[in-house]
């Protein structure tokens, strides 16, 4: 009975543990002043997760095109901004404090 009842347990623990990595989506890091990567592809209705890695440094990731466009405000170090890409196509998305970060997001 022992062993059932530790099996069962670790069985729901992984269930849930892969449904949060599902949820989290793409992580991308905001560091140095880069992007990392700095070139992704995903699906559209797919989210992408920006993570401050910087501990001194803000962050505001931006998007503006004619079909999608967002704007994270300034993002503190360590924060954590979700961006769902509804449309697609190809988007560059921008630092607004940081002008030579860029990375290429293309969505399916």
Do not use: Y
Not at 40 to 58: C, H, K, P, Q, Y
Not at 59 to 70: Q, R
Not at 71 to 97: A, H, K, M, N, W
Request: proline fraction near 5%; charged fraction near 20%.
């Amino acid at each position: 009975m022992p062993a059932t009842l530790a099996l069962a347990l670790g069985l729901i623990c992984g269930l849930i543990l892969v449904g949060d990595l599902e949820a989290s989506g793409l992580l991308v890091s905001q560091k140095g002043r880069a992007f990392q990567p700095g070139n992704i592809a995903l699906s559209r209705g797919e989210t992408v997760t920006f993570v401050n890695d910087d501990s001194d440094l803000l962050h505001h990731v931006f998007v503006e095109s004619d079909t999608f466009s967002f704007d994270s405000g300034d993002q503190e170090p360590g924060s954590r901004t979700p961006v769902t890409f509804t449309e697609r196509g190809t988007f560059q998305v921008l630092c607004g404090i940081h002008p030579k970060m860029k990375l290429v997001v293309r969505v399916n």
